[in-house]
């Protein structure tokens, strides 16, 4: 079903934000979801939120309330992470996955975009 | 907010042993929206059991996934030296989306 490109490693300082791009393949459909899951060096990993590509609804973690917004650019067939107020536990590897729709599991990954959080 | 609690954290096997991995809920899940990653070092996860015991494309059928409402297993009949992983069971919809803390499977 084809891959999910990432863009690349991003450093920043505390207190900055960052935005992650996550580009999808052609699809015959636009009705699918992108999700950013996240994974700490040495760690699980941790869902984020969503966002539906077709009509631009998001949902996001409680934990990332206030800090994260996912946004797409339907022409580019682009969908962005932004996470702002960075601190230094946010140092991980941020991965998109797609979905059919939000009742669905992710099928297809990115291949991850290190953000390395540093002063 | 439902929390999955995995065990054992590591299990360690020989090739061609069965693995068996636990996925415990704090609540009753609906519709059995439980899914199953394997991860290997440096990669993303890949999607291998979803509704708890449905194959996702691809995968060889000796993955299984079983369980129901607290708990739910997947079972790996005869490991082959590319399973050895770290696996995530997950739970998904639209409101909840969460992931155990995972089970590595490494060889003994």
């Known amino acids: 079903q084809g891959r999910l490109v990432q863009s690349g490693a991003e450093v920043k300082k505390p207190g900055a934000s960052v935005k992650v791009s996550c580009k999808a393949p052609?699809?015959?459909?636009?009705?699918?979801?992108i999700h950013w899951v996240r994974q700490a060096p040495g760690q699980g990993l941790e869902w984020m939120g969503w966002?539906?590509?077709?009509?631009?609804?998001?949902r996001y973690s409680q934990r990332f309330q206030g800090r994260v917004s996912i946004t797409r650019d339907t022409s580019a067939r682009t969908e962005y992470l932004e996470l702002s107020n960075l601190r230094s536990e946010d140092t991980a590897i941020y991965f998109c996955?797609?979905?059919?729709?939000?009742?669905?599991?992710?099928?297809?990954w990115g291949q991850g975009t290190l953000v390395t959080v540093s002063s | 907010e439902i929390v999955l609690t995995q065990s054992p954290d590591t299990l360690s096997l020989s090739p061609g042993e069965r693995a068996t991995l636990s996925c415990r809920a704090t609540?009753?899940?609906?519709?059995?929206?439980i899914a199953w990653y394997q991860q290997k070092p440096g990669q993303a996860p890949r999607l291998l059991i979803y509704?708890?015991?449905s194959r996702a494309t691809g995968i060889p059928d000796r993955f299984s996934g079983s369980g129901s409402g607290t708990d739910f297993t997947l079972t790996i009949r005869r490991l082959e030296p590319e399973d050895f992983a770290v696996y995530y069971c997950?739970?998904?919809?639209?409101?909840?989306?969460?992931f155990g803390q995972g089970t590595k499977v490494e060889i003994k």
């Open positions: 996955a797609r979905g059919v729709s939000p009742e669905t599991p992710m099928i297809t």
């Open positions: 052609t699809y015959a459909f636009t009705g699918y979801t």
């Open positions: 966002i539906n590509a077709g009509n631009g609804n998001t």
């Open positions: 609540q009753n899940i609906r519709n059995s929206y």
């Open positions: 509704g708890a015991s």
């Open positions: 997950q739970l998904y919809g639209s409101s909840s989306w969460t």
